[in-house]
């Protein structure tokens, strides 16, 4: 195989690729404790070995600690602030209008896909959800397509024709542990048919919503996801692998979902001027009931901003609010995309909007989420060991999004 070796830079950074074929995998929603469950149980082989042989911390997420914004941020190795993407959806107070994000048209930093794509590599991208592709694929040259619409990749618009032949999988339920293993399978087929060398594999978090890590159906998840990797590792390509945040369980003791519904909440306390925006919404129900651990407030009142935040902070199961000045700086948030108050909830806790705009009747039986403090801190793991400059930098303060430059620059 010919590999270009061709450095390039983006968005200030200057990498240097091996000769290899590599591989980043966003593990979505793989907390900590999935991994320790599996590895206790002998369930991840490869994983053990990856981590014996390669390198395994702890890096710090962005916030809010959702799946668009983490994937924003390790494809262009920057914060919220920078690329701009901070959910699934923000209020336009000038236009007045909710407005969805999941599109590369908000997107303001470049891609290291599309980087590398001009210096010489085959790049692929391969995503569990198909809302993930525009952003991930952005200006890029090379194959990118979605587990979820594989059936209908076409060379035109996604570089790549007849994926299901090609990855020798059909196009899987969304909803399934076998969402995230087709983005696994695709990255070894394209490798082995020597169709990609640069590839960015995003996986879907629903497995992480629905069970617990100890859960069965949780151990033989990530057993199949080792499996994958021991494929890929067989390939002979560099692997790092960095979750866009945790999962947490939600719920009491008795297993009932702990919501505060804010907009009620402030409207019963202070009148009706209030909107909430709960970044987490998307089209994928089943997971979560768009219910996270942070929300954004607009009021139209902003004398009043001072005595919200103060009342808001003084509720049980709200953990931090910050202003918008804050949180720009503080929770790294592109100023014009957030709100004049942001709040962040406990490690059990999730905020929404009022009960009509959730439906947890949707929900597969409990409820577990992220997008907040607790569930920013996840693991990066690299196959290979890091040099003395990297191991310094790993000691520090570490980020998700640092994974490229951690698995190109910073390994021997
Ligand atoms: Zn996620
Ligand atoms: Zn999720």
Redesign the pocket.
């Known amino acids: 195989m010919d590999i270009s070796t061709t450095a390039f830079t983006v968005n200030g950074k200057t990498y240097h690729p091996p000769s290899k074929p590599v591989v980043v995998i ?1 593990m ?2 793989s907390a900590d404790e999935y991994y320790n469950a599996s590895l206790a149980r002998g369930r991840m082989p490869h994983l053990e070995k990856m981590i014996v042989t390669g390198f395994r911390g702890l890096v710090r997420g962005a916030l809010p600690s ?2 668009n914004v ?2 924003s941020s390790i494809v262009t190795g920057v914060s919220p602030a920078v690329h701009g993407i901070s959910g699934n959806f923000f209020y336009d107070e000038k236009k007045d209008q909710e407005i969805m994000m999941n599109s590369a048209e908000y997107l303001r930093a470049d891609t290291i896909l599309a980087a590398a794509a001009n210096a010489g590599r085959k790049v692929a991208v391969v995503t569990a959800k198909e809302k993930l592709r525009d952003i991930l694929s952005h200006k890029m040259k090379g194959i990118a397509f979605s587990a979820e619409k594989a059936a209908q990749a076409k060379m035109d618009t996604h570089g790549i024709d007849n994926a299901e032949a090609i990855t020798g999988h059909q196009t899987p339920e969304i909803y399934s542990a076998a969402a995230s293993l087709f983005v696994l399978r695709a990255g070894v087929a394209l490798i082995e048919k020597g169709m990609a060398d640069f590839l960015y594999l995003s996986l ?2 629903y497995m992480q919503h629905t069970y617990a890590p100890e859960a069965e159906a949780s151990l033989d998840f990530y057993a199949a996801i080792d499996t994958e990797l021991g494929r890929l590792l067989a390939t002979g390509a560099i692997i790092g692998a960095t ?3 945790g999962m947490n369980a939600k719920v009491d003791e008795h297993g009932k979902p702990n919501v505060l519904f804010v907009e009620d909440m402030l409207e019963a306390q202070f009148g009706n001027h209030f909107r909430v925006i709960c970044p987490i919404t998307d089209p994928y129900v089943k997971h979560h009931g768009a219910l996270g651990s942070y929300v954004v407030i607009h009021m139209n009142d902003k004398s009043k901003i001072p005595a919200v935040k103060e009342w808001l902070e003084q509720q049980p199961g709200i953990t931090e609010v910050h202003d918008k000045h804050a949180a720009a700086r503080l929770l790294e948030q592109p100023e014009d995309r957030t709100g004049d108050l942001v709040v962040l909830s406990a490690r059990d806790v999730v905020v929404g909007r009022r009960p009509q705009y959730h439906d947890l009747s949707a929900l597969d039986g409990t409820l577990r989420s ?1 997008g907040g403090r607790y569930e920013e801190m996840v693991s990066m793991i690299l196959s290979q060991p890091l040099n003395a400059a990297y191991t310094m930098k790993a000691a520090g303060d570490p980020r998700n999004f640092h994974v490229f430059d951690f698995l190109i620059n910073g390994t021997k």
Do not use: A, R, S
Request: one cysteine or more.
């Open positions: 966003c979505d929603g959702f799946t983490n994937n879907t978090d979750p866009d945040h992220h």
